[in-house]
Structure formats: structure tokens, C-alpha cells
């Protein structure tokens, strides 16, 4: 066994005594310098320490007759490597300074997680209460709009039969009856335009915005129909009103819309309102008048006494016009925001229809790169067959050197790492291909998806642009819809 190097200051480093005997001329050692980490296999990290004895030359050298044969001298460790021998400190200092940073970054961790669940926890608390409080009052003011709703109903239909004209009675009789028959033309495109719609496809078939405004167009002009056709069978009653009674219901149902335009306002407001500001002691001032019981008393008072004292034929008249001009401009309206609501419909259809075509073209061009990829990776490891050979074949021949030829040297290390870093590439590159593989296999399905989406769209889109809204180009004039042929 060789001694790899001993300290400067060992006993048995010092001048050898001379003997008679020439001795060898002195072997000078080469110099090896390394120009990279070299990469260790498992099991191989080690094995560079043990040097053969082909780098050096040991001479047996018959020893002076005094000394005896314990005392040959080792070759002694370059000057360059003794400061390996010292250190700063030792490895327990280095395990417990790392330790104590650990221990400090989990407890400074620890610390901060409870405060930020606890702040997490505060902020969830307050913000639920703010937002349930915010969501009762928001309720109350609904249900305060759908009383103010159902009383301005009830009077505006009382006024609406005070302001009927009795000597008229026959003639909006006439008009009503043509309004009435008058509405079917719409009424019947409002529902082929909702059978047409049901022939969409798949998740198209949605209950969106333009079926509601159709669904609100078929019943707004069926119940159009309906009181007119009621106010004519009701024209043949003589009914009284006085002055008062109007002025009194005029009154109320524009308190009762000032009060809804409020309530509405105040229902429609939100935290990202624009007008919203700080009115501070606002809620320490109270000026209302009446409780809820006293405001509904007063609207049915008023109702009460109108119905007690109607009867004038020109309060009757008064009501038809005024029903005339309500139902036809929300039939107009209605009209108008259904076939807004086509035209955004149709819009957005289109949108995600060009999207999808977007999407697929995308999609194809990434099918057609993952087949390139593919192609790249299936010769990158026909490539590397090769290779692998060669290096396994310069194994398999070292294995027949003679005797002590059969040595673990540099090239046989090369070679072993060579086989294995070979096979490495090749093992990541296969995992490569098949995860390239499923991906295609993924794109493939995503462009059949895509295809079936665009075929669902442009059925949608035909339905709505070409069949639907072809046939609500026109609508009844408004003369027409109030009775006058």
C-alpha cells in the first residue's frame, strides 16, 4: 500500500543519512490539472483518491546497516495541500449554526401565520356583518318599491277610469277592438321567434336575455289584448268622478313616484357608486310624517272615494287614451329592447364564435408543432443509439486486457459515466416523447371540440340573424296600435 503524503514535521521526514549506495535519480511526479468537476456515478464518488502505482516509480533501495527496515520514509505531501489540514471551524459548529437559523426562520414563520390568520379572520367577520346589514337594508327597500309598485298600480288604474270620456264610449270601443286585433301581428312573430329559438344546439340552448325580452313581449302583448279588451266590455258603465278626486289621485301618484324615483336610487346604489358621499348626523334627524299603516290608509282612502264618486263619461275617455298611449309605448319599447337584446346576443355569439376560430387555429398550429416535436425527438434518440453503442462497445473490448492491464483508470471511468449519462438522455427524452404524445393526443381532442363549438355557433347564429330577425324588420305603427285604422 502507498502512503498518499505524511506532514513536514514528521521524525522521519528529515535528511537521510547517506550510504555507500547510489541511489535512483529522483522521479519527478506529474502534474495533473482538472479544468472541470468531474461528475461522480453512485458508488464512484471516491474512487479518483486511489492512485496505481503506473504514476509512480518505487525503487527498492538496499537502507544504510544501522538503520533498520521500519524506517523507510514516505514520500512526503506537497506544500500546496497542508492548508487543507486547517479549518475555521468544525462541522458541529457548522451543523448547529444552521440549526439555529432554521429554528429562528420557523418561529419568526410560525408567528406571522397566526397574525395573518387571525387578520384574515377579522377582516372575513367585519366584512360579512357590513355586508349583511347592507343586504337586509337593501331587501327592505325592495319590499317598500314593490308596495309603492302595487298602490301606483292601484291608483294609476283608478285614474286611468277617471279620465274616461263617457260620450266617446263608442268610439274608443271601436279603437280598442282594433288595437286589440291590431297587436296580433307582433304577437305572433314574438312566438315563431321563440320556436325558432328552440331548435339551438347543446349549450346554446340557454335561457338567455332575448328569450326573456321575448317571453316579456308575448305576455306584455297578451296582456295588452286583455285590457283593452276588458276596458271596452267595461265602456258601457256610466261612471261619476269629481275634481277632487282626480286632483287627489294626481297627487299621490306623484308623491308615490318621487318617493319610488328616491327608493329606486337608493335601491341602485352600491359601495362603487359614483354620488355616493358622507351626510355625517343625517341618521340623528327624523321628518317623517306617517308610519306604514297611515301611508297605506291614505292611498286607500283615496281609492276608496274616487271609485265612490266616479261616474263622469269624460273621466273614461280620459282613461282609454291614457291606456292607449301606456300599452303602445311598452310595446314599442318592448319591441326596441328586443331586438336590442338580438343584436347583443348575435354580437356576443359572434364574438366567441371568431374566439373559437382564433382558438382553433391556435390549436392547430400547436398540433402542428407538438407533430414536429415529435418527429425531433424520435431522431434525437435514434441519434443516441449510437453513441451508446460505441461506448458500450469500447467497455465490453477493455474487458479482455491482460492480467494487470485490466485497469480502473481514467478512460474506464469516462466510459462508465459516458453509458450512463447516455442513458440518462435517453431515458428523459423518451419520458419527453410521451408526454409530447399525450399533449397531442389533448390538442387532437381540443380541436374536435372546437369544431363541434363553431358548428353549434353558427346554427345559433343563423337562427337569431337571419330567421328571427327577418321577420321583426317591421312592427304596427303607434296610429294603429291606439285604435285608428
Known sequence: MEFLGTTQTASYCGPKKCCGLTSLPAVQAPVIQECYQPYYLPGYRYLNSWRPSL?????????????????LRPPTTLPALRSALFSRYSPHDWDHSNQLQVRGAEASRLWASR???????????????????????TRNLGQRLSDIGFWKSELSYELDRLLTENQNLETVKRRLECAANEVNCPLQVALECLYHREKRIGIDLVHDNVEKNLIREVDLLKCCQQQMRKLAQRID????????????????????????????KCFNLRNTSDCISFFHGMEKIDGTISVPETWAKFSNDNI????????DSIRLREEAEHLF??????????FTDTNLAFNARISEVTDVKNKLQTQLAKTLQEIFQAENTIMLLERSIMAKEGPLKVAQTRLECRTW???????????????VNEVFTIDDT????????????????????????????????????????????????????????????
Open 426 to 485: 435517453l431515458q428523459t427524452l423518451k419520458l419527453r416523447l410521451r408526454e409530447t404524445q399525450d399533449v397531442l393526443q389533448l390538442l387532437v381532442m381540443t380541436k374536435c371540440r372546437l369544431e363541434h363549438e363553431l358548428a353549434i355557433k353558427a346554427n345559433t347564429l343563423c337562427i337569431d340573424k337571419e330567421k328571427c330577425m327577418g321577420m321583426r324588420k317591421t312592427f304596427p305603427c303607434t296610429p294603429r296600435l291606439v285604435g285608428h285604422t
Open 304 to 311: 276608496k272615494h274616487s271609485q265612490n264618486m266616479r261616474a
Open 55 to 71: 504514476f509512480y516509480k518505487i525503487s527498492n533501495v538496499q537502507t544504510c546497516p544501522d538503520e533498520s527496515s521500519s524506517t
Open 115 to 137: 397574525l395573518t390568520d387571525d387578520s384574515v379572520r377579522l377582516l372575513q367577520d367585519k366584512d360579512q356583518l357590513t355586508q349583511q346589514m347592507q343586504q337586509g337594508t
Open 325 to 334: 298611449e301606456t300599452l303602445s309605448d311598452q310595446m314599442w319599447r318592448q
Open 237 to 264: 258603465l256610466q261612471m261619476r268622478d269629481n275634481r277632487d278626486a282626480q286632483h287627489a289621485l294626481e297627487r299621490d301618484l306623484e308623491d308615490k313616484s318621487s318617493a319610488q324615483c328616491i327608493d329606486e
Open 401 to 415: 486486457r491482460p492480467n494487470v492491464e485490466l485497469c480502473r483508470d481514467i478512460p474506464q471511468f469516462k466510459l
